[in-house]
């Protein structure tokens, strides 16, 4: 599906959360695995808090179309991104799929460095800021599955890129913006699950043309 049903945002509003450290204990405290061809640790169970899909609807002025409760479908589950150690990853640019869904992310550690927020970017050689389509591709005089080689080779090379915005990071912060979306974690952080950058993300479908976010299409 090509990412046209919205408009591109990045929305940010903080303290999501009432009880924000019960959360972060249970962050700590899930199980987490590496799904193969992916990068990422992420638990491998969801936490949904009691009324937070009617929440983010409330928050986002959206409807929510899809709301997945299987890990695999990323909508709740907990996500570990260490800078230091065995486990480090540098973080790369990327769209999630499906590219139509939208993508929120509550930051959960607290006391990190504002620069371990979410940036959205743009792709130098291509101008392109969301996931390329086959219209892209026309245009650009490539193949698709050429474009997005050339998107994965330059993923991890900020000079590749043009940073377009960035939410800062700040403890029980929601970040919400289009799946379809460039983006990346600004930095991870950390070495260890007392000060890994820990973070939840919620994978919805959400009814663009009626969403101040859509495009009209």
């Not at 983010?56 to 909508?75: A, G």
Request: overall charge positive.
């Amino acid at each position: 599906m090509e990412p046209k049903g919205y408009k591109r945002f990045l929305f940010v509003l903080d303290d999501f959360y009432d009880e924000p450290a019960k959360v972060y204990r249970a962050a700590q405290e899930a199980t987490y695995y590496e799904p193969e061809g992916y990068t990422g640790f992420r638990s491998t169970t969801v936490y949904h808090g009691a009324g937070v899909r009617a929440k983010l609807e409330r928050l986002l002025d959206i409807r929510i179309t899809r709301w997945d409760t299987d890990p695999t479908e990323e909508n709740g589950v907990f996500y570990q991104a260490f800078a230091k150690g065995r486990t480090k990853e540098l973080p790369g640019v990327h769209a999630d799929t499906p590219y139509n869904d939208m993508t929120v992310v509550i930051y959960l550690t607290p006391g990190l460095p504002l620069d371990c927020g979410t940036s959205l970017w743009m792709h130098k050689r291509t101008g392109l800021c969301d996931a390329p389509t086959a219209s892209d591709a026309r245009k650009l005089k490539m193949k698709l599955a050429d474009l997005w080689a050339l998107f994965e080779k330059d993923s991890r090379d900020r000079s590749k890129w043009v940073e377009l915005d960035r939410a800062g990071y700040r403890a029980n912060r929601m970040v919400a913006y289009p799946s379809g979306a460039l983006h990346s974690a600004t930095n991870h952080h950390g070495g260890s699950i007392q000060n890994v950058r820990l973070y939840q993300t919620f994978r919805i479908g959400v009814d663009w043309k009626g969403s101040k976010y859509g495009n009209g299409r």
